[in-house]
């Protein structure tokens, strides 16, 4: 078996870490449960670009437990746990390519050596896999059945792609499906990003000011959870209706220009590119501390920052102060690159179960389904979320009321009225 990892000899630690989040990721285990049953995967070639975490350890479990040849690829080079790697390759055989903290070459070797198992099905966070096909490995296309896509960032890079007619096979937007997004994205990138922003820093959340740029869910579950610890959140937005949302939550709402003197810490969770810019940086406070959340590391705009700053120096890990020649200092956190998977371990168990639940039952639909298929951007069904919302409900045991048969014709009804 071929695989790419830092150190084999860590695969102890990362079965504990594996064993842990399974013992949380109760959708999951049922569909694995089913899988290794029924075997629906059986002889499909499926490579995934994930974060290399010990849930996505358990997703790759499920995958192989129903018949497929999977292999890993890092969906980002600092978010790869190495233990988790080396024992996805010892415990359970299964050919990893990632290393934390890769270069940008290494980065893209190891995505070209997922690809040269020509599979059948891409899984992807971020569409890093559909973008390097349909721009270097075209010829890989005839052996692709689907693919499914975990993040918004990656579902954005994919309608633009279809928009334009230039997708060249079927893909499951598993971010948009509702048991994600409102979980993942929302409570997720809520606590992960506080918990790296946290492990980073170690300082106090209590009484700070919060600057959160961009208020979808993301950026919603950040600005909900910190204020959870007692911070103060200020919302950027371009959206109106979401600014008003934002508003209406009982939050500040100003422009980044109007926020940058009063952050003491700016997270970015907004997809787009140089959110926080030199502009910004020469207002913020002394030791202001600034992060990205988002998918890509290009929301702030560290060249920008360096422009103005007369020198850098790490003073902690994960923690860069660029001292500005206006004699002011700033603290980047992670040189930009997503938090919470960066200084952190991602998303907790819990809620990755939901996610992954999703991206295993994605699979089955596109080896059932792709025959039929359009090269279109596909959503995940409304029966799959209610039965992953439905089977996590029943894992933490919470019951709910089943409709009566009067309630049921009332809903079907048009005549009744006041
Ligand atoms: N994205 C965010 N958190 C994650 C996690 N724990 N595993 C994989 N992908 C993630």
Redesign the pocket.
């Known amino acids: 078996m071929k695989y790419d990892i830092k150190n084999i000899k860590l695969a102890m630690l990362g079965k504990r870490k594996i064993e842990w989040a399974e013992k949380q990721m109760d959708v999951l285990r049922e569909i694995g449960l089913r899988f290794s049953k029924t075997k629906p995967l059986k002889g499909v070639k499926l490579a995934a670009c ?2 290399v ?4 350890a358990n997703l790759m479990r499920t995958l192989k437990a129903g018949g497929a040849s999977v292999v890993l690829c890092a969906s980002n080079p600092l978010s790869t746990q190495d233990e988790v790697a080396a024992s996805l390759v010892k415990d359970f055989g299964i050919p990893v390519f990632a290393k934390n903290n890769i270069d940008r070459a290494g980065y893209y070797r190891h995505l070209n050596s997922a690809l040269d198992t020509k599979p059948n099905i891409t899984m992807d ?1 971020g569409a890093d896999l559909v973008s390097l096909i349909h721009t270097k490995r075209k010829n890989l296309v005839k052996n692709i059945y689907g693919g499914s896509e ?1 993040t918004t960032t990656g579902v954005i890079r994919l309608r633009a792609l279809a928009a334009e007619k230039k997708l060249l096979y079927p893909i499951v937007a598993v971010n948009d499906a509702a048991t994600k997004h409102f979980f ?1 994205n929302r409570y ?1 990138t809520g606590q ?1 990003t506080l918990d790296g922003i946290i492990r980073a820093t170690n300082i106090l959340l209590a009484g700070k000011t919060v600057v959160v740029a961009g208020y979808g869910w993301c950026g919603r579950g950040f600005a909900l959870k910190a204020r959870g610890m007692g911070a103060k959140a200020i919302v950027t937005e371009v959206d109106p209706v979401k600014a008003l949302e934002a508003v209406m939550d009982g939050l500040e709402v100003k422009t980044m220009l109007q926020a940058a003197p009063l952050g003491d810490i700016f997270c970015t969770l907004t997809g787009d590119i140089h959110i926080i810019r030199k502009e910004h940086f020469l207002k913020m406070k002394n030791g202001a501390i600034v992060c990205n959340s988002g998918h890509f590391d290009v929301e702030l705009d560290l060249v920008g920052l360096k422009k103005i700053s007369k020198k850098v120096e790490t003073v902690r890990p994960f923690v860069q102060n660029y001292h500005l020649k206006n004699g002011k200092s700033i603290n980047v956190l992670a040189e930009g690159r997503l938090i ?2 960066a200084s952190a ?5 819990s809620v ?1 179960d939901m996610s992954f639940a999703n991206q295993s039952l994605a699979a089955e639909f596109v080896v059932k389904n792709y025959k039929h298929l359009e090269k279109r951007v596909y959503d995940v069904t409304d029966k799959t979320d209610q039965y992953i919302a439905r089977t996590k409900l029943r894992a933490i045991g919470v019951s709910v009321d089943k409709l009566t048969a009067e309630q049921v014709k009332y809903l079907s009804s048009w005549e009744m009225g006041t």
């Open positions: 994930l974060h975490t010990a849930e996505t966070d975990e993942d997720g992960s919470n998977l371990e991602g998303h907790p168990a990755m």
